[in-house]
């Protein structure tokens, strides 16, 4: 069954550190796989996809197939970055996204 | 209009009510969503509509009945719901079926149930 892990509920760090928000997901054809963020008292908002191979916000994020992960990094964090992160995986050929279990980042100032 | 819109934004319905939940989208997506999430859950999908028609019902219990009237409109009816449905309800859309260029949020309904 397809499945989505994100390991670390809370990740703390100060201004200007790098991030890795971790994600590991298990399916056995072609995924698609997103991160989507949710700042405080804002919608959830699509931050980046694999396909498209883009920078956003600074934020990357790369599939590697053979270890089936899909970790979000950034090598200076700010303050404003502070939010909730969900890795999610859309099944090929499919409309449903399947989300992970989020990750807090909080970054101190 | 980059934005998915859902009304109400807070309802607090009794067991015995019947209300609905509105969601609205300008961008042309043909595919519509509803989720729930509770309190610190990742989102869960619930149904998924892709051209006006239900092509997705993730067992959901019947007591949440969806509906497309068209393609910018996508209701969800409440009837008869129990205190563990309060939850945040989500509607999203995607520019084509499948969603590969992801999602587009509303800000959600959050539901109370007494």
């Known amino acids: 069954a397809q499945r989505v892990t994100q390991p670390e509920k809370l990740l703390s760090v100060f201004k200007g550190a790098p991030v890795e928000l971790k994600c590991n997901y298990s399916?056995?054809?072609?995924?698609?796989l997103f991160w989507y963020v949710q700042y405080s008292r804002q919608r959830l908002q699509l931050l980046l996809r694999h396909i498209s191979r883009e920078s956003i916000k600074g934020f990357t994020a790369d599939l590697n197939k053979g270890e089936t992960s899909f970790h979000l990094k950034k090598p200076f964090a700010q303050e404003e970055d502070s939010a909730m992160y969900y890795c999610?995986?859309?099944?090929?050929?499919?409309?449903?996204?399947?989300f992970g279990t989020g990750t807090r980042l909080q970054v101190f100032p | 209009d980059t934005e998915v819109t859902q009304t109400p934004k807070h309802l607090v319905m009794g067991m015995t009510n019947k209300k609905s939940l509105k969601c609205e989208q300008h961008m042309g997506h043909r595919a519509m969503y509803w989720y729930k999430q509770k309190a610190k859950k990742p989102p869960e999908l619930m149904f998924v509509?892709?051209?006006?028609?239900?092509?997705i019902n993730e067992s959901v219990p019947s007591r949440f009945s969806p509906e497309c009237p068209n393609s910018s409109l996508l209701n969800l009816h409440l009837h008869a719901l129990q205190p563990e449905d309060s939850a945040l309800y989500l509607c999203a859309s995607s520019q084509l079926q499948g969603g590969s260029y992801g999602y587009t949020f509303g800000s959600g309904t959050r539901l109370t149930v007494v």
């Open positions: 399916y056995s054809g072609s995924p698609e």
């Open positions: 999610a995986l859309r099944k090929g050929n499919t409309d449903k996204l399947i």
């Open positions: 509509y892709s051209y006006e028609k239900l092509s």
